[in-house]
């Protein structure tokens, strides 16, 4: 989505703002910095110019031939963005794939990305935060603090950004120092519901030379979801952030910017309540023995389609810290120089992550465990919780130098190296070692990464109105993995058999890659485009380095073979109206090889495990439009809308599903066992249709001393199905959420208070259905199926109101 601030007058040339940023925010061309138009003395109403740094140099958005939204910081803060689930919220390209613990959520782009809570794969999705990446996608979910600016780079973006960004790329770019005396920002904010984040911020020069930023913030949501047992509230999130940016201009040729961080996250999801059981009683009811009825483990709870009590006595959620820094080092050569107009930029980052991911495995506060059968087939009497626990240390180093040509002249490069070090060492619990029923298991993986990349971009001006851009990357990648299961126990195992003690160490794994883009672009005007591009992308191997991995089926699969993507894209880009108004169009279709994610599979022996499969063939297509209009001095209208086919084409040995009646295809790699034909089916969490409207009315009262506005908001999208196993119960309606807001704010900007309303029509939604969620067993017959629900953040109405004030 493209919002634009409202300014006056004509923008200024690009050259010059480019260079501007260069010397005081050392970004060009790494640095996405956000150029200002000065304001004009005209009365004429204007938007912003807006920059991206797709091609990593800054260009304005309409002359890059790629489709990208843009957030822009006045859209983050009018919409209370906070965490990525909200970038989400306002971007119709991109949903979330919300699993059974925080740390298996996913990002998808364009209906593409990759579920698994997996060390040995990457995400399709990559997250860049001021030109450095996340290891893992779960960095993601925290809270997305001081945000300038976000660029949602749509379709394979591996040539610039690494094969991590298969399937695109969301380049997030914080506030830069403020160029003038230090001066301070605070910000409150305040729900119905119970929500606080209180921000603080500081920025300016120390000195002519010296610069520093300054942020800390602490945020909190108890959660939608009422724990009857404990009496506290689950599915909520909150952390506290830190970060700093000093910035030194060694010689007005050179300058170093540091800039450390630290975060820590607490999200206490993803728990379900129950909505609905089927007829019965037998919660734990076997054969011999009668445990615990519904009556007593749903005590107090209204089994009803949007139920927010649950009854759980073990906690659940992902508790992460981050510690990281990131050096950055800018020199323009001089004029003398033969490189003159040239800048040589060196990005060196180390980030450590240590998360610990925890569940009430039974999702109930009886101990079932108590109650569960032993290996002789009588209750155990062991009165310990089923819990899950598992921490993962993610360090992760990358050192980044490349040169960028100047702004003008008929032909603009840039040429870089990068290397990256990734080790992620995982060790996980679950269960009980003498309960089958616990599926016990304990193990302990490692992985690592280093990662080689020359890249070179650039555009040539062959004619005029006549531009070719083209990429190229070659990649040298090593992967280490190790998988050492120290036991397990699977609820199928006779009499209480454990595995024991089994060391997996995959052969060190070299691969080379190479990945490309071209495209062509025709000014139509001088502020109008039509472009095609032709993109690849490439990710390397992957091992299962989950509980699956216990299995000796899975290991007869391993590795995965290389996820590969080719993507083509045409599109029309418009400055309308002496720049009072914006046009984004794009189709685009991109083809996706040996697609890695996950999906449970059972096997002949009676056990199932959650393991990673390579699809032959996937496909997305579609069309997406970015607008806004500056219709008047006071109204701005803005629209985006994405429509999107994610299917996948061919998949003949897709898992069966519960209650699946066509699982008649042998599997190739377990004889006896069958699968299911899954071609044709949708992709999990894409919806057809995802779109979003807004508008902001300042009120034109003139002769008063305050700025007062009033904005709408309208997001809506399609059905989607909840899980590549094409599982027909786990089908979630589509949503439209109607918000409102208004604000006060000084003319001097010192102050401003806004008050809104989320989801005006109370309308309850789910961001993830759960299907059989407790484990009901009658004496006879059928299962007794149970459902569940994970409501959004919003999926009931609440009131919001924030306070800004600058000094």
């Known amino acids: ?124 999705v990559a997250i860049i935060v001021d030109d450095m990446p996340y290891a893992q996608a779960q960095q993601a979910f925290r809270d997305q603090s001081d945000v300038a600016r976000v660029e949602v780079l749509k379709g394979p973006q591996s040539t610039m950004f690494g094969k991590s960004a298969i399937a695109g790329a969301v380049v997030i770019t914080t506030k830069p ?32 030379t010296v610069g520093l930023r300054l942020f800390a ?10 724990n009857l047992t404990t009496d506290r509230m689950q599915n909520g999130s909150g952390g506290k952030t830190f970060f700093a940016k000093l910035q030194w201009q060694v010689t007005p040729d050179l300058d170093v910017q540091i800039s450390p961080r630290y975060d820590h996250a607490l999200r206490t999801g993803n728990t379900a309540a129950i909505t609905s059981i089927g007829p019965g009683v037998g919660y734990l009811y076997n054969r011999n023995y009668k445990a615990l009825s519904n009556t007593a483990i ?28 990131g050096v950055r080092i800018n020199y323009l050569f001089p004029e003398a120089s033969p490189l003159a107009g040239h800048a040589l930029t060196s990005i060196t980052s180390v980030d450590k992550n240590r998360s610990n991911d925890f569940r009430d495995n039974d999702n109930i506060d009886l101990i079932s465990t108590f109650y569960q059968l032993d290996h002789t087939g009588k209750p155990s009497g062991i009165a310990e919780p089923p819990m899950i626990n598992g921490t993962m240390d993610t360090k992760m180093s990358t050192q ?61 001006d062959f004619l005029p109105r006549h531009t070719l851009t083209a990429g190229l990357r070659f990649t040298r990648e090593t992967n280490d993995y190790m998988f050492h299961t120290i036991d397990s126990l699977s609820s199928s195992a006779p009499n209480n058999v454990h595995t024991g003690s089994n060391l997996y160490t995959a052969p060190q794994h070299d691969e080379n890659f190479v990945t490309g883009k071209l495209g062509y672009g025709y000014k139509l005007t001088r502020d109008t485009m039509v472009y095609g591009t032709a993109s690849t992308g490439s990710k390397g191997v992957a091992y299962d380095m989950t509980s699956g991995a216990n299995n ?106 519960s209650g699946a009646t066509d699982c008649t295809v042998p599997n190739e790699l377990v004889p006896g066992s ?14 057809k249709w995802k779109m979003n409207l807004g508008g902001e009315y300042t009120l034109p009262f003139r002769a008063i001393p305050y700025k007062t506005a009033i904005n709408a908001n309208l997001r809506a999208q399609s059905q989607v199905q909840g899980a590549i196993s094409q599982d027909p119960s786990l089908l979630r309606p589509g949503h439209a959420i109607v918000d ?42 059928p299962a007794i199926r149970s459902y569940g629900w994970q409501p959004a953040r919003d999926a009931f109405r609440y009131y919001t109101a924030r306070l800004d004030v600058n000094f």
């Open 1 to 124: 989505m493209v919002v634009m601030n409202r300014r006056h007058g004509r923008p200024l040339p690009l050259t010059p703002v480019a260079a501007a940023l260069a010397l005081l925010q050392f970004a060009l061309p790494a640095q996405a910095q956000q150029a200002q138009q000065a304001p004009a003395t005209g009365s004429e109403p204007q938007l912003e110019t807006i920059v991206v740094s797709a091609n990593r140099r800054i260009e304005k958005l309409e002359d890059v031939p790629m489709s990208i939204s843009v957030l822009t910081e006045e859209a983050l803060t009018r919409n209370n963005v906070r965490e990525f689930d909200d970038i989400v919220n306002l971007s119709p390209a991109l949903t979330i794939s919300t699993g059974t613990q925080v740390g298996t959520n996913s990002i998808n782009m364009r209906g593409i990305g990759t579920t698994s809570n997996n060390i040995g794969i990457e995400g399709d």
């Open 177 to 208: 120092i403020g160029a003038g005396p230090m001066k301070g920002k605070l910000s409150l904010f305040r729900s119905s519901d119970d929500e606080y984040r209180v921000a603080t911020s500081a920025s300016g020069r120390l000195s002519d």
């Open 217 to 226: 913030s602490k945020t909190n949501f108890p959660g939608l979801l009422h």
């Open 298 to 325: 749903l005590r107090g709870i209204n089994v009803s389609p949007f139920n927010t009590t649950i009854r759980n006595d073990s906690p659940t959620g992902l508790d992460a810290s981050d510690r990281g820094i």
């Open 400 to 460: 980044e130098l490349r040169i960028t040509s100047p702004d003008g002249g008929n032909f603009r490069y840039l040429a870089g190296l990068w290397l990256a070090r990734t080790s992620i060492d995982r060790y996980y619990l679950r269960g009980n070692p003498l309960v089958k029923e616990t599926n016990w298991t304990n193990y302990h993986t490692t992985s690592a990464n280093l990662n080689r990349a020359l890249y070179a971009n650039g555009s040539w």
């Open 552 to 657: 000796v089926n899975v290991f007869k699969r391993l590795p995965l073979a290389p996820e590969k993507a080719t993507s083509f894209e045409a599109g029309f880009k418009a400055n309308l109206w002496n720049n009072r108004a914006t046009l984004n169009l794009a189709v685009f279709k991109s083809t996706f090889r040996d697609y890695q994610t996950s999906a449970t599979e059972r096997f002949t022996d009676g056990s199932q495990a959650s393991v990673l499969y390579s699809i032959p063939s996937l496909q997305t297509k579609g069309f997406e439009a970015d607008a806004s209009a500056l219709l008047t001095r006071e109204l701005l209208l803005t629209a985006n809308l994405a429509y999107t086919r994610a299917t996948v084409v061919d998949w003949k040995q897709g898992p069966c599903y």
């Open 674 to 687: 069958f699968l299911r034909d899954a071609s044709g089916g949708m992709m999990p969490n894409a919806p």
């Open 740 to 781: 409102l807001g208004a604000s006060l704010a000084s003319r001097d900007s010192r102050y401003k208070l806004a008050v809104g309303v989320k989801n005006l029509f109370d309308h309850h939604y789910a961001v993830g259905n759960v299907g059989s969620f407790l484990n009901f067993q009658p004496t006879t017959g």
